[in-house]
């Protein structure tokens, strides 16, 4: 049974910072390109970022580029992502995503989903 946890959201002030933190089992970590998606109240779920299976290559949503740092540790089974200077429209519940999959920004693309942490920024 695939699990993907987040953890790490919380609080914060506008231009402060949070590592989010997606913890994985049950299938093959390392063969699974991983991705962070959100979902603010009322809209849709919208991608943020991703990295292949191997994490030599990343993308990003363009609000969050030079913001936004995704990173991986196969030997941990873990998916990282720094936010940075957060603003208020970053608000929103943090999701974790996995796929075997080409990456892709659309949310269905996507096979295994956590249960997302929320993060609060306040202006």
């Known amino acids: 049974q695939v699990q993907l946890v987040e953890s790490g959201g919380g609080l914060v002030q506008a231009g402060g910072s949070l590592r989010l933190s997606c913890a994985a089992s049950?299938?093959?970590?390392?063969?699974?390109?991983m991705g962070w998606f959100r979902q603010a109240p009322g809209k849709a779920r919208a991608f943020v970022a991703a990295?292949?299976?191997?994490?030599?290559?990343?993308a990003y949503a363009d609000s969050v580029k030079g913001r936004f740092t995704i990173s991986r540790d196969n030997a941990k089974n873990t998916v990282n992502l720094q936010v940075n200077s957060l603003k208020p429209e970053d608000t929103a519940v943090y999701y974790c995503?996995?796929?075997?999959?080409?990456?892709?920004?659309?949310?269905?693309?996507?096979?295994?989903w956590g249960q997302g942490t929320q993060v609060t920024v306040s202006s």
């Open positions: 995503a996995s796929t075997q999959k080409t990456i892709d920004s659309s949310a269905s693309s996507w096979d295994y």
């Open positions: 049950g299938h093959t970590f390392s063969t699974y390109n």
């Open positions: 990295i292949t299976w191997s994490g030599r290559m990343t």
